[in-house]
């Protein structure tokens, strides 16, 4: 429940292309809301091009795909598991533990740099 802030560069050639994604809500590099939002901007997803898997496809891809990719695979309740190997532990006292910390972590981040921030600019 913040304000997440990304720079959507649409490429000449897009939408043969996909678009460059940077993440502009890092607290200037100090923290990492999501194992696929960097804290130096890079969103990684494949749709990107950014991460392995299915990529863009030319002319058939679109920023729809983009946004909905980064709202509900990145702005989710436990990104913790969004590291890759992590998933394995999800439901374990282990994975929860890990998840509940990295949560705690993410709330003060979001208070600190996605709710007052914003409001003080």
């Given at each position: 429940?913040?304000?997440?802030?990304?720079?959507?560069?649409?490429?000449?050639?897009?939408?043969?292309?996909?678009?460059?994604?940077?993440?502009?809500?890092?607290?200037?590099?100090?923290?990492?809301f999501n194992p696929n939002l960097y804290n130096?901007?890079?969103?990684?997803l494949s749709l990107l091009g950014t991460w392995?898997?299915?990529?863009?496809?030319?002319?058939?891809?679109?920023?729809?795909?983009?946004f909905v990719s980064i709202q509900s695979l990145?702005?989710?309740?436990?990104?913790?598991?969004?590291?890759?190997?992590?998933?394995?532990?999800?439901?374990?006292?282990?994975?929860?533990?890990?998840?509940?910390?990295?949560?705690?972590?993410?709330?003060?981040?979001?208070?600190?740099?996605?709710?007052?921030?914003?409001?003080?600019?």
């Amino acid at each position: 429940d913040g304000l997440f802030e990304f720079d959507i560069r649409l490429p000449q050639r897009y939408p043969v292309v996909a678009p460059e994604v940077h993440f502009l809500t890092t607290g200037n590099g100090s923290v990492r809301f999501n194992p696929n939002l960097y804290n130096s901007g890079k969103v990684c997803l494949s749709l990107l091009g950014t991460w392995r898997g299915p990529g863009w496809e030319p002319n058939k891809s679109t920023l729809l795909q983009v946004f909905v990719s980064i709202q509900s695979l990145i702005l989710v309740p436990d990104p913790w598991f969004n590291e890759p190997g992590y998933e394995h532990d999800m439901g374990t006292p282990k994975g929860d533990a890990e998840s509940e910390s990295y949560n705690q972590t993410i709330r003060a981040g979001t208070l600190r740099f996605a709710i007052l921030e914003p409001l003080r600019r």
